[in-house]
T-cell receptor, first 117, second 111 residues
């Protein structure tokens, strides 16, 4: 079946522009996660949804970052007034986890590479 | 912030040799997972080990977990060129679905 998809795959934004990154999780996956990955580093947790509820946004670096999943499937990560330090790969993952139990494999999308000039 | 720290940061070995990577973490965990990332297939789950388990096998992979030392190791036996990738450990805490990744070990298999 289809895996996690993300769009666009590449995005170049001028400093100060707003961007929106989309994630389509695997059908039926309740949990959805966003990560930011800088070059040569591991993915850093940004935020997490269970269905449409945003349960943890402790990793969002500033109030310029906003994520939503209004119908419990597709999610959008929005970055307002982009800065050069926002340049990174943004990864989305989904899992079958339905509660606070952990221990579920996460399925990752290919990522969106954001470059802010 | 990153919970796990992999060691070594980079490793180059000959094809056919075994590769061992280690992960140390700071706080108590519920589960520990290993993921692989390469340019071709992105980030892929390899194996999960629960905090009450000490060792787990999957094909050529062997993972150990020592909760008293807050450390885990990943052994890849009979390495192949296709094993060239970055390997990350990721942990989750009790009653928390989010996972926290380490910085990764970059493994290069030499022909």
């Amino acid at each position: 079946g289809a895996g996690v998809s993300q769009s666009p795959r590449y995005k170049v934004a001028k400093r100060g522009q707003d961007v929106a990154l989309r994630c389509d999780p695997i059908s039926g996956h309740v949990s959805l996660f966003w990560y930011q990955q800088a070059l040569g580093q591991g993915p850093e947790f940004l935020t997490y949804f269970q269905n449409e509820a945003q349960l943890d946004k402790s990793g969002l670096p500033s109030d310029r970052f906003f994520a939503e999943r209004p119908e419990g499937s597709v999610s959008t990560l929005k970055i307002q007034r982009t800065q050069q330090e926002d340049s990174a790969v943004y990864l989305c993952a989904s899992s079958l986890s339905t509660g606070f139990s952990g221990g579920y494999e996460q399925y990752f999308g290919p990522g969106t590479r954001l470059t802010v000039t | 912030s990153q919970q796990g720290e992999e060691d070594p940061q980079a490793l180059s070995i000959q094809e056919g040799e075994n590769a061992t990577m280690n992960c140390s973490y700071k706080t108590s965990i519920n589960n520990l997972q290993w993921y692989r990332q390469n340019s071709g297939r992105g980030l892929v789950h390899l194996i999960l080990i629960r905090s009450n388990e000490r060792e787990k096998h999957s094909g050529r992979l062997r993972v150990t977990l020592d909760t008293s030392k807050k450390s885990s190791s990943l052994l890849i036996t009979a390495s192949r060129a296709a094993d060239t990738a970055s390997y990350f450990c990721a942990t989750d805490a009790w009653r928390d679905d989010k996972i926290i990744f380490g910085k990764g070990t970059r493994l290069h298999i030499l022909p």
